[in-house]
């Protein structure tokens, strides 16, 4: 199977990324496009369909060579590929992998983007995986995926794992989703535009941020300027990335208490550009929330390996995985 060649599609709000790699993962031709959703469904699909074959053209292959595609979206997403509600790109009951199918002519299997992510780094991280893996992704949401005997979990209902909405403080701040206290409501970008503007605006304390981010609002700091004020020993900031850590080792302690994985990998944006700073502090959070205290030997607290590829190479090795062995 390493000869056959997949597509791994990354459909997020902003843009749409396609690898093209053999069955082992290795890329051998990419491309990128704006997604636009304000374009709409249809929009967007010809935009990701055009991207795949762009990125053909790169690997110097035909459409008609890939055996099959595999897609990532930020949606929850049913067995047969609908996207049910992917609120950034304003999609409801959409049918990702049917759309996608017919403008390519090829299998395609869509998962949401984080389960597609965590798959990836259970069967393409540098590590060979068997037992259950937990992925958790901090950007501008917190999502989050389950691996166990070599399948995403997604429950019965296949909504199943949306980590990121865990409650983790019953009284907390209110989350986009409308509960309060999830874990990404800490745990985003999102989550610490709340420490943010609370620090800087409300109590005018001293920050590096406003000068950084010159106009841009506090939603969605960008990861290198979050590591630029960390560097510079910016208490705000920083205070806001230990909380982050912190309630993540609160969920990451639930989940070793509910479930013993082998590993949880912590990726994402804030991972990538902070993953040195930050693991030590969720490490030292986890310790307090899981049970028995033994049970933490057993588990492995890492960071990421697929960085900015995470998603499409785990679309990539979702369809591959679907191809052999349909369900
Ligand atoms: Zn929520």
């Given at each position: 199977l390493t000869e056959q060649l997949f597509a791994g599609v990354d459909i997020g709000g902003t843009k749409i990324s396609v690898l093209i790699t053999d069955g082992g993962g290795r890329a051998v031709g990419r491309a990128k496009k704006k997604s636009k959703p304000e374009k709409g469904f249809r929009g967007v699909?010809?935009?990701?369909?055009?991207?795949v074959a762009e990125a053909c053209d790169?690997?110097?292959?035909?459409?008609?060579?890939?055996?099959?595609?595999?897609?990532?979206a930020p949606s929850p997403i049913l067995p047969n590929g609908t996207a049910i509600n992917?609120?950034?790109?304003?999609?409801?009951?959409?049918?990702?992998?049917?759309?996608?199918?017919?403008?390519?002519k090829m299998p395609v299997f869509a998962e949401n983007d984080c389960n597609a992510g965590t798959f990836g780094e259970y069967a393409l991280g540098k590590r060979q995986r068997k037992g259950t893996l937990i992925g958790l992704f901090m950007g501008t949401g917190l999502g989050g995926g389950l691996v166990m005997n070599g399948k995403l979990v997604t429950g019965d209902n296949s909504m199943a794992a949306e980590i990121g909405h865990m409650t983790v403080n019953v009284d907390g701040r209110p989350c986009g989703c409308g509960k309060r206290g999830c874990l990404e409501a800490y745990a985003s970008k999102t989550g610490m535009a709340y420490a943010f503007k609370e620090a800087i605006l409300l109590e005018k304390r001293e920050s590096i941020l406003p000068k950084?981010?010159?106009?841009?609002?506090?939603?969605?700091?960008?990861?290198?300027?979050?590591?630029?004020?960390?560097?510079?020993?910016?208490?705000?900031?920083?205070?806001a990335l230990a909380q982050a850590a912190r309630y993540l080792g609160v969920a990451a302690g639930n989940l070793i208490t509910l479930l013993g994985p082998e590993t949880i990998?912590?990726?994402?944006?804030?991972?990538d550009a902070l993953g040195k700073e930050l693991l030590p502090l969720v490490k030292a959070s986890t310790k307090e929330?899981?049970?028995?205290?033994?049970?933490?030997?057993?588990?492995?607290?890492?960071?990421?390996?697929?960085?900015?590829?995470?998603v499409a190479l785990g679309a990539?090795?979702?369809?591959r995985s679907r191809l052999l062995a349909p369900s």
């Open positions: 699909m010809d935009r990701a369909a055009q991207t790169a690997a110097g292959v035909d459409v008609g060579s890939i055996k099959a595609a595999g897609v990532g992917a609120t950034n790109m304003g999609w409801k009951n959409v049918p990702l992998a049917e759309a996608l199918r017919e403008r390519l950084l981010m010159e106009d841009a609002g506090y939603d969605n700091v960008r990861s290198s300027l979050l590591k630029r004020a960390w560097d510079e020993g910016d208490a705000v900031v920083r205070e990998v912590f990726g994402g944006g804030v991972f929330h899981a049970f028995p205290p033994q049970s933490l030997a057993d588990t492995s607290l890492e960071l990421a390996q697929l960085g900015d590829d995470a990539m090795a979702y369809a």
